[in-house]
């Protein structure tokens, strides 16, 4: 679960940690869920347990209508003790539709007993063939949002000049799609995810598009705070060892990015020493 923090535990040579800051928030995973898809309510809650995240996201949508107590609904049979609810907009087709359902994100976290929680994952997808975002009405919905005292996480292509605009009205990260939603290609953008993480003064949270655990880890070794999965966990043929994979994939990833690789050589270059060896 979230809480409020003043200090920013920093990743040392020796001391690797998951933790990440997200405004006055602090997560003790880099990896996120999405809840949607999965065969049934109790593989969702095994997986996002076997994942080890703090922080799922669930449409609003979706838990219109929910009734306290009822157990057939994720929202009655996870953790809320450990974890932290980022409403999403999912559906939204405008600005207007975006902002209404996001009042009622906040409500519902109210009802969990979340008082504190002003998370938003915003989404505006006018687009029903590709569910590509809308750049325009994205910073628009979201400049309302954070006038109104959320904390506004964007939904958005992989576009450098949005994720620089958004980041300056206030928005607490920007979450580019490494590739389209559900489609599982990995990151399909690479030089444009690197251009808005080398500019970024906010997280950079990797959303869409991963297939796979190797996407999961190229994603952290580009250097991205988190990643945000859903599809590559729920349809895998074992959803609860996948989302084992994903959570040990963004450790490494993270690892390997504080690191610092080697230099690429077109050259080969001897691991021994040659000198002591006669010829």
Not at 52 to 72: C, E, I, P, W, Y
């Amino acid at each position: 679960m979230f809480s409020q923090t003043s200090n920013i535990q920093s990743d040392t040579s020796t001391n690797v940690t998951n933790t990440f800051n997200l405004a006055n928030m602090s997560f003790s995973s880099r990896l996120m869920l999405g809840t949607g898809k999965y065969n049934n309510l109790l593989e969702a809650k095994k997986s996002i347990e076997a994942s080890k995240t703090s922080l799922v996201t669930v449409a609003v949508r979706r838990l219109q209508g929910v009734k306290k107590n009822h157990q057939d609904n994720l929202l009655n049979i996870l953790n809320w003790e450990s974890l932290s609810l980022l409403p999403n907009t999912a559906g939204c087709t405008t600005v207007e539709e975006a902002i209404r359902i996001a009042a009622m994100g906040r409500e519902i976290c109210k009802k969990i007993g979340q008082t504190e929680n002003t998370l938003i994952k915003l989404e505006v997808i006018p687009d029903p063939q590709y569910l590509l975002p809308d750049p325009i009405g994205t910073l628009r919905a979201a400049e309302y949002l954070i006038n109104k005292k959320f904390t506004v996480l964007p939904y958005i292509n992989s576009d450098p000049i949005l994720a620089k605009q958004l980041e300056e009205i206030g928005c607490a990260t920007v979450m580019p799609l490494g590739s389209p939603i559900g489609s599982g290609c990995g990151l399909q953008n690479i030089e444009n995810l690197k251009i808005i993480l080398e500019n970024a003064k906010i997280p950079v949270i990797i959303d869409a598009g991963i297939g796979t655990a190797s996407d999961a880890a190229q994603a952290m070794e580009l250097g991205a705070t988190a990643i945000l999965v859903n599809s590559a966990i729920a349809q895998a043929k074992s959803p609860i060892l996948m989302a084992t994979s994903m959570k040990l994939a963004v450790e490494a990833g993270r690892s390997s990015y504080l690191s610092g690789r080697m230099e690429i050589s077109k050259y080969a270059q001897a691991s021994s020493p040659l000198i002591g060896i006669s010829i």
